[in-house]
């Protein structure tokens, strides 16, 4: 087994978690924020749209029975990556859509699915997906982790 970690922001944390669960090869999800400018922010600080950090969801994954490309695939799937900041009636730079790599390897598949989407005309709209290097990432609070799991919401 080849563990690996990719970090992924496509809005509201809690969905996004849930979904990644779902793949096989999908070890473990922790949620959090990542890409501001404030250590160890908290929800409430985040949510003032003022630390820079987005909600991040940080997969760790069996390289030998997923590959990074497919998590990528799956991220374009599992939200809107053509509005900026927003994701449904959620709005605000916590929110938006981001890949942020943890090696060049990676940041090179996320690019060029980006561009292979962007050139099918999947989306009406350019994708507005930020790809860019992983930096400090900060586990959110408890209450966060496996929300959907805690609270039997249904997800479609």
């Given at each position: 087994?080849?563990?690996?970690?990719?970090?992924?922001?496509?809005?509201?944390?809690?969905?996004?978690?849930?979904?990644?669960?779902?793949?096989?090869?999908?070890?473990?999800?922790?949620?959090?924020?990542?890409?501001?400018?404030?250590?160890?922010?908290?929800?409430?600080?985040?949510?003032?749209?003022?630390?820079?950090?987005?909600?991040?969801?940080?997969?760790?994954?069996?390289?030998?029975?997923?590959?990074?490309?497919?998590?990528?695939?799956?991220?374009?799937?599992?939200?809107?990556?053509?509005?900026?900041n927003r994701q449904g009636l959620d709005i605000g730079s916590q929110y938006r859509s981001a890949i942020f790599f943890h090696n060049q390897?990676?940041?090179?598949?996320?690019?060029?699915?980006?561009?292979?989407?962007?050139?099918?005309?999947?989306?009406?709209?350019?994708?507005?997906?930020?790809?860019?290097?992983?930096?400090?990432?900060?586990?959110?609070?408890?209450?966060?982790?496996?929300?959907?799991a805690k609270h039997s919401f249904r997800r479609h």
């Amino acid at each position: 087994m080849t563990e690996k970690n990719g970090t992924f922001a496509a809005g509201c944390f809690w969905g996004v978690e849930a979904k990644f669960l779902d793949l096989p090869g999908v070890i473990d999800t922790v949620v959090g924020y990542t890409g501001g400018m404030i250590e160890n922010p908290t929800y409430k600080m985040v949510c003032t749209n003022n630390t820079g950090h987005a909600e991040a969801v940080q997969v760790t994954y069996d390289d030998d029975q997923i590959d990074y490309e497919t998590l990528v695939r799956k991220f374009f799937e599992l939200h809107n990556p053509t509005t900026k900041n927003r994701q449904g009636l959620d709005i605000g730079s916590q929110y938006r859509s981001a890949i942020f790599f943890h090696n060049q390897e990676q940041g090179q598949i996320a690019e060029n699915v980006k561009e292979e989407l962007n050139k099918s005309n999947k989306y009406r709209n350019s994708i507005v997906t930020e790809i860019v290097p992983a930096g400090d990432f900060y586990k959110a609070e408890e209450y966060h982790q496996r929300y959907y799991a805690k609270h039997s919401f249904r997800r479609h």
